[in-house]
């Protein structure tokens, strides 16, 4: 078994998150994910509609009063933990990059 066939595995099944969970069912159903470096099928999509657009529009519609509310100071202190958390998390972000887009891991960490 190669590291590409190992990656390719772990992939599994990719539903969408929407106001602050994972959704178990989706109104489209779902679809293979085609690794476009290999043409193999690495993984599931949970496909998303209308259903699950109006749904992410909607909380996001009534998250952003308050983040608008946010003091700059605030916000200071926020973003700084997401560029950590990113940072942390650099390698399995990058492996996930590569899976959806076919291209070689170095690349899939310097974006």
């Known amino acids: 078994m190669t590291a590409v066939e190992t990656v390719e595995r772990d ?6 998150f929407i106001n602050g969970g994972w959704l178990e069912k989706t109104s ?7 690794d476009p470096a290999t043409g ?10 209308s259903d ?30 997401i560029e950590e958390l990113v940072e942390a ?5 990058g492996r996930l990059t590569t899976l959806e887009l076919g291209h070689p891991m170095p690349t ?4």
């Open 11 to 16: 992939l599994g099944v990719v539903p969408p």
């Open 28 to 34: 489209l159903g779902r679809a293979d994910h085609i």
């Open 40 to 49: 193999r099928v690495n993984g599931t999509v949970m496909m998303s509609g």
């Open 52 to 81: 699950e657009t109006d749904a992410a529009v909607a909380a996001a519609t009534t998250a952003f009063p308050e983040w608008r509310a946010t003091s700059p100071d605030r916000r200071h202190r926020i973003l700084p933990r």
């Open 89 to 93: 998390n650099l390698p399995e972000l």
């Open 108 to 111: 899939s960490t310097q974006q």
